[in-house]
């Protein structure tokens, strides 16, 4: 690991004032893991915000006697895992949330799972853990049974405590959870006065599976599975991350060819979902013909998916190690001229797009993020890059095969739906161009080789190894943590979906639009409901 | 037998409706590359409502349950005024435009406090959206039909049809205006793209569909015979009022017959325009409707100098 960094710096700064922190690395030397007391928790984060930090990941874990309490922070590409342990008798620590309010639901959500008391925290309310379960029963404490502990009747959620608003003409508009489109569940409650939406509030939870409960005890092949179906819109970028958090536990190092098609599975998911999303996003202002268009391009695309790779979605395509499926030389063709296909039709379809006046009123303006707060909330993804948060996996913290390719990051700066609309183009067009590299590179030499391997052998990794596996997904950043037990079993699993960072955004970006726009600026930054709730 | 002939037409009126809105989704649908269902698709559907259990609110009042047919049976009674094959029909001579006008007023009013009763956010949400635009489009719409009256000095629409037809083909700059002026505020009225939706299922943008939420089964194809309706009926005013061209001035058996193949072929491509048009542009943020609206009623403005200045002195 290269000293020549800011982690030193902040480490003498910090290690001159009250912390004495050792630094270590988690295995693969990619991550530093610093381990401070938990009383000075908050402080850290008040120094890491004034070195602009940005608060990526939390989440705890229950060991015996003791709550292991991780946050994960990045800088210029460069990842710290924070860890701190808490008394499980009287499991406290005080909230980073007061300085970082990307950590407020991470960290509720914590609370609500293991029963840590985040002191100081805003906003305690519940929120993964509706009022519909027990006062005191924490799913994700060892002593907590898998199968749950399900009442005969689940009682209603009744009593959540929304923020009100009073005042002449004020009045609520509550939607869902079960909405008219086919969507995923989730609750919004608007205030609004007229048309103009004064605040709101979502309430998401209803697609709680226990992803992090029953990850505990598998083996890696079962894991990879499960975390293919995090989010079924994230399926590659999902079991791509936690397969990368089980191989650095490991200690292995899957073949190149393996991470060139892992490439062109996860670039290929990209592609599907922008242009899912674009013509979902035309959609929602009724301009239907380019709706589908769009449905027809990305019809064509998993139809593709399906005839090479199996599956229209490339579910379990990636397997620990490396993966599933190997891309034959008509398969390449195959893709090839899909994306030569997609491109031209692209070329006739955005310039129809463009020129429309009536799109162009509805876009440009609505949904307006401001930079500042897109940085306070950490935005990821196509709804940071609209905004000026200028990162990108891919390129900051390259993994194989990324680290062999150059591509151009896609930003756009008018930081509203039109920009969350363009930059996803933008992405398309780089993703062809990057399946186009890693599929010339597949050919080159010795990757043409008979005897290539597609899976490195799985080594058992020892107990208590483990991985942080960071990749960009196509909503942004995903990272998943893994720590392994004896004996081959995954103890801890946590994925950190992009949508865990861009949901609270959309709270912001509503504020001073009409209550008929909030639909376009839902669909424009799309977070996925299964991914935030686990 | 001219009752007869008045009841035939009404009757018409009513059956045709459904069959005309599949053929607007046909065009558009053929516009958006898909494959469109059939043109019977829309008389399907309201034979399958009509065969369901209308499911009603508890919260429900006597109004909510009596509103669908106050609704239809004045869109039906608005229908028997305009002149759809013939002309010089004792229902159009009983009443005139402003009274038909009264009629959608009428049922726009029970749509809405429908829409009320059940005390939905959506229903409330949809009246009061509702409630705004009509506000903007009935004067506009009564504007450019006194356009016409003027030219033909009666607000008969029976009489000013005839009118037209006796002028023969004259280019009048008012009749322009109005013709556009009364296809904007029929978009309006009719909640077509781009200022309503009818195909949206995102319930915060709906405005006639937000109304509706609630109801299901008779109630719901009730309220939607009578939307088809009304989207005929405009369709029949623009057309009939600016292209009376064959239309029956007698009773004959012959001319209805020519009269109802006019009407279908006029109403015919009117859709497709409506279809090209609604395919080609998004739907505009709610604020807009009223700088839309406001254009449609300057445009009927604009008709009635026209007709001030250049006509009425001749």
Not at chain 2, 285 to 299: C, D, P
Request: net charge negative; charged share 20%; proline share 5%.
């Amino acid at each position: 690991m290269s000293s020549l960094n800011w982690t030193t710096d902040f480490l003498n700064q910090l290690n001159s004032t009250e912390f004495s922190i050792v630094p270590a690395f988690l295995p693969g030397d990619k991550t530093a893991l610093w381990q401070i007391e938990s009383t000075r928790w908050q402080q850290f984060s008040q120094y890491a915000i004034e070195q602009k930090l940005r608060w990526a990941a939390g989440w705890a874990e229950h060991a015996e006697t003791v709550f292991i309490v991780n946050a994960c922070f990045e800088k210029e590409g460069i990842y710290v895992l924070l860890r701190t342990r808490v008394n499980a008798g009287k499991p406290e620590l005080p909230s980073q949330a007061t300085v970082y309010p990307a950590a407020n639901r991470s960290e509720r959500h914590t609370q609500d799972m293991f029963g840590i008391n985040f002191t100081g925290h805003p906003d305690n309310r519940r929120w993964t853990r509706h009022q519909a379960w027990p006062q005191h029963s924490y799913p994700l404490r060892k002593n907590y049974p898998v199968q749950g502990e399900p009442p005969a009747i689940t009682p209603p959620d009744m009593d959540y405590p929304f923020v009100k608003s009073y005042g002449e003409g004020v009045y609520e508009i509550p939607v869902g959870p079960v909405h008219a489109g086919i969507i995923e569940p989730g609750h919004f409650r608007f205030q609004a006065v007229g048309e103009l939406i004064l605040n709101l509030e979502e309430r998401l939870g209803y697609v709680h599976k226990g992803i992090e409960k029953i990850a505990e005890g598998r083996t890696p092949e079962s894991l990879a599975r499960l975390a293919g179906r995090v989010s079924g819109d994230t399926t590659v970028g999902h079991c791509w991350a936690a397969c990368m958090a089980m191989e650095q536990a490991a200690g292995i190092e899957i073949p190149p060819r393996a991470a060139l098609i892992r490439g062109i599975l996860a670039e290929g998911e990209r592609i599907a979902n922008h242009l899912g999303d674009m013509g979902a996003i035309c959609n929602d202002v009724a301009f239907i013909f380019a709706q589908m268009q769009f449905s027809r391009l990305r019809e064509l695309w998993l139809r593709t998916n399906a005839t090479i790779f199996g599956h229209r979605l490339l579910m379990d395509t990636i397997v620990p190690g490396g993966v599933a499926c190997d891309l034959s030389e008509a398969s390449c063709a195959l893709i090839k001229q899909d994306v030569v296909r997609l491109r031209k039709e692209l070329s006739e379809l955005m310039p129809a797009i463009d020129l429309n006046s009536s799109l162009e009123d509805r876009l440009y303006t609505a949904g307006y993020l401001s930079p500042e707060i897109a940085e306070a909330f950490g935005t990821l993804g196509y709804v940071g890059l609209s905004s000026g948060q200028d990162f990108d996996v891919r390129r900051d913290a390259a993994y194989p095969p990324y680290d062999q390719v150059t591509f151009k990051v896609a930003l756009e700066d008018q930081c509203d739906i039109a920009s969350r609309f363009w930059v996803r183009y933008k992405q398309i067009n780089a993703a062809l161009k990057l399946i186009e590299q890693f599929i010339a590179q597949l050919k080159d030499g010795v990757n043409l080789n008979e005897s290539q391997t597609l899976q490195a052998e799985w080594q058992t990794p020892q107990a208590d190894s483990e991985g942080l596996g960071i990749v960009e997904g196509w909503r942004g950043e995903i990272t998943a943590y893994i720590r392994f037990d004896a004996g081959n079993k995954i103890a801890r699993y946590y994925p950190r979906d992009p949508s865990i960072l861009n949901w609270p955004a959309l709270e912001k970006l509503t504020l001073n639009n009409i209550v008929p726009d909030f639909p376009v600026c839902n669909k424009s930054l799309n977070g996925s409901y299964s991914g935030n709730d686990l | 037998m001219n009752w007869l002939i008045a009841i035939f037409q009404t009757m018409l009126f009513v059956l045709l409706s459904p069959l005309l809105a599949g053929w607007i989704k046909w065009c558009k649908c053929y516009l958006q590359n898909r494959k469109a269902p059939s043109l019977l698709q829309p008389y399907r559907d309201l034979l399958k409502l009509t065969h369901k259990q209308p499911v009603v609110s508890e919260q429900a009042s006597w109004l909510f349950v009596t509103a669908p047919y106050i609704i239809f049976s004045a869109t039906v009674l608005a229908a028997s005024v305009v002149p759809l094959i013939a002309v010089n029909l004792p229902t159009s001579a009983s009443a005139d435009v402003i009274v038909m006008v009264g009629f959608f007023a009428f049922a726009r009013f029970f749509l809405a406090l429908a829409g009320l009763d059940i005390g939905t956010a959506f229903g409330g949400m949809g009246s009061s959206r509702e409630m705004t635009i009509s506000s903007l489009a009935e004067p506009a719409m009564l504007m450019a039909i006194f356009t016409l009256t003027m030219t033909a000095s009666t607000t008969n629409l029976s009489g000013a049809i005839a009118h037209v037809l006796n002028d023969g083909m004259v280019l009048r700059p008012s009749f322009v205006f109005a013709l556009f002026a009364l296809i904007l505020v029929a978009i309006a009225e009719t909640g077509r793209v781009p200022v309503d939706n009818p195909a949206t299922h995102l319930e915060l943008t709906m405005i006639h569909e937000a109304m509706i939420l609630e109801y299901s089964g008779r109630h719901l194809a009730l309220i939607e015979w009578a939307s088809q309706l009304k989207l005929m009926l405009y369709g029949v005013l623009i057309t009939n009022i600016f292209f009376p061209w064959g239309i029956a001035e007698d009773f004959t058996g012959k001319a209805l017959g020519y009269g109802l193949l006019a009407i279908m072929g006029k109403l015919a491509l009117l859709a497709v325009f409506l279809a090209v048009a609604e395919t080609l542009v998004a739907k505009m943020r709610l604020f807009r409707v009223q700088e839309y609206l406001s254009f449609a009623y300057l445009l009927g403005l604009l008709g009635m100098l026209s007709h001030i200045i250049l006509e009425a002195s001749r």
